[in-house]
């Protein structure tokens, strides 16, 4: 499997800088364009709501990579992505990230051994305020998604998530917008 190795070691380290980390760009490029446009809506919807919603409280804690992973882990659980079940999918992603932030603990997906929380959500206050903010989401994903107003741009302009989501674009439009933000 091909993979990058980069000059990154850990942060905590004593020998940070003699330290390296693996990279697995290539592969999970081609897994994320290899999703179909159920799973893409489903990576937009939770970028969003953890992008306007999480962030403000913890910006540093979870990331786009996380929630990348957590969307790869889903996808080896759910064998037919319909797009009747879009919301039924992003409830499942923010459940996962839920029992990530609980333990404190979420495995990278090509590397399992490597928990991509380390040296995060140290506190339990952290841990607390962003479990309660994903269990409101879920309550109504749907409402708090189009009150967003996150936007993704595309050449010299932006698209809102809910027009990508809605897919008032054309086809090849979708898939451009999509591959940026994968």
């Known amino acids: 499997m091909p993979c990058h190795v980069l000059p990154v070691g850990h942060p905590e380290s004593e020998k940070c800088d003699l330290e390296w980390r693996f990279a697995f760009v290539l592969p999970e490029r081609e897994l994320f364009w290899n999703f179909n446009a159920v799973q893409i809506k489903c990576y937009v919807i939770f970028k969003t709501l953890i992008k ?8 540093e804690e979870v990331n786009s990579f996380h929630l990348k992973t957590i969307l790869l882990w889903l996808s080896e659980e759910i064998d037919d992505w319909t797009p009747q079940r879009l919301v039924e999918y992003v409830k499942k992603c923010l459940d996962h990230l839920y029992k990530a ?27 607390g ?30 698209i809102s998530t809910v027009r990508l989501v809605e897919h008032n674009l054309s086809e090849k439009e979708f898939w451009t917008v999509c591959r940026a933000i994968l």
């Open 101 to 127: 932030i609980a333990e404190g603990h979420l495995s990278h997906y090509f590397f399992r051994s490597r928990n991509l929380f380390w040296g995060k959500l140290k506190t339990e206050t952290m841990r």
């Open 129 to 158: 305020i962003l479990q309660s903010e994903i269990l409101r989401l879920q309550k109504n994903v749907i409402s708090f998604f189009l009150q967003c107003n996150w936007q993704y741009k595309r050449g010299g302009q932006f």
């Open 52 to 59: 306007e919603l999480l962030d403000p409280l913890a910006p």
